[in-house]
């Protein structure tokens, strides 16, 4: 089967503004203030951009406000109340405290655990991960990393035993090297499965679609597609290829099989072969998300409708209903022989591993359904998640401004963010929020902000007009915990911190499609 993975994970975040304001715009709190100690990151600067005050009232700024911005904390920042309509520009509200060194609200502690697990880090954008957590580096066909995760062990000496169960009624004479052929035979059917993966990775190179690896795991195996096929059409195709290769297989060794003599050890093998691979194109060809044949269905309902959306809540629901029927229809066919084995043959064991396996198949194939509707979800709400709207207002700030009165100086501009410029006015540096943070009060008119400030590299210079995906994928080539965001022109627009968007992203996917 093959399985679509998603290009990172932002979370929702900055209440946006209902109204317009002029130039970019976003409330900071007192200086005076005392702020808690939070966790600085030489890596991750965070903080807002400057901005001189004014603009026209067409293009959205993050909104003026009279309360303090969000303070870090060990956490995360402050969890905004979620709206139905993202707004031109985030707003401060009674969850966003605007100025530097508000304690952070605890309901984002849930959130940001939330975002850790989709591969983001505290204040950092979401990130995709190195790799498939403890799996054995096979190859790289195509240019696309192979894994074998630590599961396939444990299936590959169940099929062993198993197999080698089968084989002693077969070929008794085969004694204990029975276990041998046996593993040779697990060995073969998952290098069958590969090619079944790996007609999947080819469609989807051919298609422009990046895959980020195969994996080769506890019931079969994964190509992690990391976007979204442009039509119904490439959908379809994407997911027939897999199927159709085990197929292809399955009449291949069906073929070499009638070259050898039957009841021989490659006899019993190429049957055995022939046999599993036509299960495992049958089984894919199910019309149930996440099987291949529920990809298919997917792709006729979005022909027909118009709207992708739809044809994954088709595909996903009748994954479910598939889910249901395995884990009750395999223990009652198994039982009433219509699987090969007569009924009085069958042991209570018997009984109990087909009732396992019923419920091990059925548990994957309903969470595949879920989570194939929640990454629709999400792909259906990254358009909302825009640079622009998320910006922050920011002041510029010279290298020897003490913190204090850069800090009076955001109060009086209503901005959330420092940037510091040097003498003609270009950007140089993004002064860290939680570096703000870990200055007292006493001491922050004899700290200049250049000491607190990130060096701009070209990585932390988004453009206001990405979204989606796009600025997913700038900040995941390029962490940090701030960004410069700049128009196309070069003039600043304000400072775009990876709180705000990880929030975000949480925001988009609590709401309903």
Do not use: C
């Not at 709207?389 to 959330?416: C, H, I, Q």
Request: proline share 10%; charged share 20%.
């Amino acid at each position: 089967m093959d399985e679509s993975g998603g290009s990172g994970q932002p979370r929702s975040g900055t209440d946006e503004a209902t109204e317009r304001h002029e130039g970019p715009q976003a409330s900071t709190g007192p200086a005076a203030d005392a702020p808690r100690p939070g966790p600085e990151s030489p890596e991750d600067p965070t903080g807002p951009k400057p901005t001189e005050p004014g603009g026209s009232t067409e293009t959205p700024h993050p909104a003026e406000g009279t309360q303090p911005a969000p303070r870090p904390s060990d956490e995360s920042p402050a969890t905004p109340r979620p709206s139905d309509e993202p707004p031109a520009h985030p707003a401060p509200t009674d969850d966003t405290p605007s100025h530097f060194g508000a304690p952070s609200d605890p309901e984002t502690t849930g959130a940001a655990r939330t975002l850790a697990k989709s591969g983001s880090g505290k204040g950092r954008p979401p990130r995709r991960e190195k790799g498939p957590g403890g799996g054995l580096l096979m190859g790289r066909p195509f240019g696309v990393p192979v894994y074998v995760a630590p599961s396939w062990f444990l299936v590959a000496a169940l099929i062993t035993w198993v197999f080698g169960g089968q084989l002693d009624r077969v070929l008794p004479e085969l004694g204990a090297l029975r276990y041998l052929v046996s593993l040779f035979f697990a060995v073969a059917f998952y290098a069958s499965v590969l090619v079944h993966e790996l007609a999947h990775t080819v469609a989807a190179l051919r298609f422009g679609l990046p895959v980020r690896r195969i994996q080769l795991q506890f019931f079969g195996g994964v190509s992690e597609i990391e976007k979204e096929s442009e039509t119904p059409g490439r959908e379809f195709v994407l997911a027939f290829v897999g199927p159709l290769l085990s197929l292809v297989l399955s009449g291949v060794f069906y073929l070499a099989m009638q070259t050898v003599e039957p009841g021989t050890v490659p006899g019993v093998l190429l049957g055995g072969l022939m046999i599993s691979n036509l299960i495992v194109a049958v089984f894919n060809l199910l019309p149930g998300l996440p099987l291949d044949g529920g990809r298919m269905l997917r792709a006729v309902v979005w022909k027909i409708t118009g709207k992708p959306m739809s044809g994954t809540i088709a595909a996903a629901w009748v994954g479910r209903a598939l889910a249901v029927s395995v884990l009750i229809g395999l223990p009652l066919l198994t039982q009433s022989g219509a699987l090969g084995d007569a009924s009085e043959d069958i042991g209570g064991m018997d009984t109990v591993m087909d009732a396992l396996l019923a419920a091990i198949l059925a548990a994957i194939i309903w969470t595949g359904a879920g989570n194939s509707l929640r990454m629709a979800r999400l792909r259906e709400h990254l358009p909302e998640l825009r640079a622009r709207a998320l910006t922050r207002r920011a002041v510029p700030v010279e290298t020897s401004t003490p913190l204090s009165e850069a800090l009076r100086r955001a109060n009086d501009a209503g901005a959330r963010a420092l940037v510091v410029v040097d003498a003609d006015g270009q950007p140089l540096s993004l002064v860290r929020e939680a570096a703000i943070v870990g200055v007292p009060e006493h001491r922050r008119p004899w700290v200049a902000v250049s000491g607190l400030a990130q060096d701009l590299t070209d990585g932390m210079r988004v453009s206001a007009e990405l979204a989606g995906e796009d600025l997913l994928d700038a900040l995941r080539a390029n962490p940090a915990t701030e960004y410069l965001v700049v128009e196309e022109s070069g003039e600043i627009y304000g400072v775009l911190s990876a709180a705000d968007v990880e929030r975000a992203f949480v925001k988009a996917m609590a709401r309903p499609s």
